[in-house]
């Protein structure tokens, strides 16, 4: 809407059903985008604000602790990019880079981001998800910085889907040397912070964008601490999700 951010759309899926009584079953946002490095680039990301609590508020607003359903699309889109980047002589001028999941509008659909540099637009509809009956695997990446490299190393591999991708600062851990937990960590429950909600949150909303999907997460472990990663690995355990190697996606 005229005057309004794209991070301000929040329920545009419903709004856009109400007013015209079709049916959305994808939301892809188009914007600019600017890196860390001010370099161009071309990127794609799912979104949701997981780490936040109920009291807190983002920086641009939305729903704390919740994650839209990632797009199926992610994952074919960032190959997609990356070939057409390529093909047009973009490398190495331009970035094609895999964004964790971070930022609103607060969307019930399955959606994502797709941001690009000045001067570029348009793209071929890819990333039909028609996984059900051969239960592909879909790559929950857990750890890492903002941008995700060892994480997109494995979705540039064809035919490997993409959900949640929650970066360390998405993942809120309480260091054990100030609890009771001890530095095995292995009583998760002393172990403060909004992690578990958003590892929860960023795995059902995945399942619920992968119907029939087996959801898998894929652990940056060098960004990892060995108490976060103890942790970690075993609440995975308790919630049932399985923990991947790269040669498991593809």
């Known amino acids: 809407m005229p005057g309004r951010g794209i991070v301000e759309e929040d ?3 419903r709004r856009w059903e109400e007013a015209t009584e079709e049916r959305v079953n994808e939301v892809i946002f188009l914007s600019k985008h600017t890196t860390v490095s001010n370099r161009p680039a071309l ?22 602790g919740w994650a839209a359903p990632p797009s199926p699309s992610i994952g074919p889109w960032l190959r997609h990019l990356k070939k057409f980047a390529q093909a047009h ?19 019930n659909t ?13 793209g071929a509809a890819v990333g039909n998800w028609n996984g059900e009956k051969d239960k592909n695997k879909v790559l929950l990446g857990l750890g890492g910085g903002h941008y995700a490299p060892r994480h997109m190393d494995i979705v540039l591999k064809d035919g490997v889907w993409v959900g949640h991708l929650l970066s360390g600062y998405s993942m809120p851990m309480e260091d054990p040397n100030q609890s ?10 002393d172990i403060g912070g909004t992690w578990k909600h ?53």
Do not use: C
């Open 180 to 189: 009771k937990a001890g530095t095995n960590a292995k009583d998760t429950k």
């Open 110 to 122: 399955p959606t994502m981001f797709v941001e690009i540099g000045l001067g570029l637009g348009g």
């Open 198 to 250: 958003a590892i929860k949150a960023a795995f059902e909303a995945t399942r619920s964008a992968f119907p029939g999907g087996e959801v898998t997460a894929h652990l940056d472990q060098k960004s990892f601490k060995s108490w976060q990663k103890n942790a970690i690995t075993a609440f995975l355990g308790k919630q049932n999700i399985k923990i991947g190697k790269p040669n498991d996606f593809y």
């Open 43 to 64: 990127t794609v990301h799912p979104i949701g604000i997981l780490h936040l609590r109920e009291s807190e508020a983002g920086p641009q607003g939305g729903k704390p």
């Open 11 to 13: 329920d545009l899926d």
């Open 89 to 107: 002589n973009l490398v190495p001028e331009f970035e094609i880079t895999l964004e964790g999941t971070h930022h609103r509008p607060v969307t």
